[in-house]
């Protein structure tokens, strides 16, 4: 087994109206620096979400959604250093698409830390 390593992550909320502050947890996105790690897990409640805003446009939301997981390994950051990626999709928002704090924690398994808490935060 190998040693616990320090981890960062932050939770992916859409707030389809944001004057409202109401909002669905969709995504986490981990990151640890020592295993150069950048992962992110999104998937959209399409029910949850008309829930909270009938009118929302759910194509806007899922492009805005695609983004945060492409931008862990493709488009225009993909040259940029692990952290400074982590750093961009963690930098707050007022948009439909948020993320929540950076939270910390030791992990010797960045996926299990994925998938736990997907399954904390998300799935619930």
Known sequence: MSPAEVFEYAVVRVVPRVE?????????IVYC?????LCARIELDERRLLAL?????VGAVRNALAAFGKACREG???ERPLGE????????????????PVHTGLTDDPDGELDRLFG?????
């Open 20 to 28: 409202r502050g109401e909002a669905i947890n969709v995504g986490v």
């Open 33 to 37: 620096k020592a295993r150069k790690y």
């Open 53 to 57: 805003d009938p009118r929302v446009d």
């Open 76 to 78: 225009p950051l993909a």
């Open 85 to 100: 990626r982590f750093r961009w999709l963690t930098a707050p928002r007022s948009t439909m698409v948020q993320p929540g």
């Open 120 to 124: 904390e935060q998300v799935q619930v």
